[in-house]
């Protein structure tokens, strides 16, 4: 009811000033209650014709919307506002004189009221066009707004599938098992120690830096899965394989941060295996468009939640750049599909550069 009513007051305001500019212009003065037929013309004739102009924009924004059709939808309105406007306006003024006048037909309405009805005709064209500019300025604000507010729901929904990535890495669990391996080696083979301890700080080091970033180079995830399977690698006694078949052309194109290691992580953790029968992983791709992550499959009898929760976190990170889906492919072997993202995206932001 409210938007009825304020669209009612705003026609009869507009049409009520119509009828003030055009009466001064005519007599020098204002018409005085007595003159009440002329203030139900103004008021019939205004709302008359403003709810029929809205009517028409309701069915052209059903058919174009501003959104799609910008341009068409703007010649549209001014086609509405401005000719329909005219056309309904005249039409039902002279209908109402018809009815608060002595006069009979159409034809005597013109003959003795054409000047003001000329002005009338003017000046609707005139407020149709100002309430064309209006009513774009307000569809452009509220695209605007609902634009910003589905950009910042986007990004709050990719900080929370990326917080949820790097709790998984810092977890205690995997820092206890880190310290505990360090602990173990750190007499018998400190060298190995060492190493471990450089290549563990690497890993935190891109975890942190990553939390930063959207999307990362394809580079620099795959330098940082390098490093984490060396890290598996001491604490399984050297039974992970990991292979790497990526041409160079490729290595610039981005990925969200942590995707290759989540799913090469899921390997390793829902696979059995050891130094007689390693688990080989294979990282290639032949296009710029996917890379593949292969295993071997030797799947534990039971399983938990992680692996579904890992690549709906991946598969959630993806939609934001991508149409393109993330593929699970298992025969003889277990391949995740991983779309490849433009160089020219901006890591920080995830807006093409």
Same mark, same amino acid.
């Given at each position: ?8 007051? @705003? ?15 005519? +007599? ?14 103004? *008021?019939?004739?205004?709302?008359? /014709?403003?709810?029929?102009? *809205? ?9 174009? #919307? ?26 039902? #003024?002279?209908?109402?004189? &018809?009815? *608060? ?21 003017? $000046? ?8 064309? &500019?209006?009513?774009?300025?307000? #569809? ?5 707004? +609902? ?18 990535? $790097?709790? /998984? ?11 505990? /391996?360090? @602990? @173990?080696?750190?007499? =018998?083979?400190? %060298? ?16 942190? %830096? #990553?939390?930063?970033?959207?999307? *990362? ?9 390098? =490093? ?25 194109? /981005? &990925? !969200?941060? $942590?995707?290759v290691q989540i799913v090469v992580e899921n390997a390793i953790k829902h696979n059995t295996f050891s130094k007689d029968r390693p688990l080989h992983i294979l990282l290639t791709a032949n296009n710029t468009r996917f890379m593949r992550v292969i295993n071997n499959l030797a799947v534990k009898d039971s399983t938990t939640d992680s692996f579904k929760i890992g690549i709906n976190n991946i598969k959630g990170r993806y939609s934001f750049f991508t149409d393109d889906k993330v593929v699970l492919r298992q025969k003889n072997n277990f391949e995740v599909r991983? !779309?490849?993202? @433009? ?5 920080? +932001?995830?807006?093409?550069?």
């Amino acid at each position: 009811m409210q938007p009825i009513f304020f669209r009612a007051i @705003s026609f009869s305001l507009c049409s009520l000033f119509i009828l003030f500019f055009i009466f001064h212009g005519e +007599t020098g003065g204002f018409p005085g209650w007595k003159d009440w037929q002329y203030y139900l013309l103004a *008021v019939g004739a205004g709302n008359g /014709t403003g709810f029929i102009l *809205v009517l028409l924009n309701q069915q052209a924004g059903k058919a174009f #919307s501003w959104e799609l059709h910008t341009y068409f939808r703007l010649l549209t309105s001014f086609a509405i506002n401005c000719i329909a406007a005219v056309v309904f306006g005249l039409f039902l #003024s002279m209908l109402l004189l &018809i009815i *608060v006048t002595p006069l009979t037909n159409i034809a005597e309405i013109w003959e003795g009221f054409h000047e003001q009805l000329i002005k009338l005709g003017i $000046l609707i064209f005139l407020c149709g066009i100002f309430f064309t &500019i209006v009513h774009f300025a307000i #569809s452009a604000f509220n695209h605007f707004n +609902t634009t910003k507010i589905k950009e910042i729901r986007s990004k709050r929904e990719q900080l929370k599938y990326q917080f949820e990535a $790097l709790k /998984t890495q810092l977890s205690p669990h995997y820092l206890f098992n880190c310290l505990n /391996t360090i @602990s @173990s080696l750190a007499f =018998k083979d400190p %060298k190995t120690a060492e190493s471990f301890i450089r290549k563990l700080s690497d890993t935190y080091n891109y975890l942190l %830096k #990553s939390d930063e970033k959207m999307l *990362v180079a394809l580079h620099e995830e795959l330098d940082f899965v390098e =490093k984490y399977i060396f890290l598996q690698n001491i604490r399984f006694n050297n039974s992970i394989r990991l292979e790497r078949n990526i041409p160079d052309n490729i290595l610039e194109n /981005t &990925i !969200p941060p $942590l995707s290759v290691q989540i799913v090469v992580e899921n390997a390793i953790k829902h696979n059995t295996f050891s130094k007689d029968r390693p688990l080989h992983i294979l990282l290639t791709a032949n296009n710029t468009r996917f890379m593949r992550v292969i295993n071997n499959l030797a799947v534990k009898d039971s399983t938990t939640d992680s692996f579904k929760i890992g690549i709906n976190n991946i598969k959630g990170r993806y939609s934001f750049f991508t149409d393109d889906k993330v593929v699970l492919r298992q025969k003889n072997n277990f391949e995740v599909r991983l !779309p490849l993202l @433009s160089k020219n995206i901006n890591p920080l +932001t995830g807006e093409i550069a």
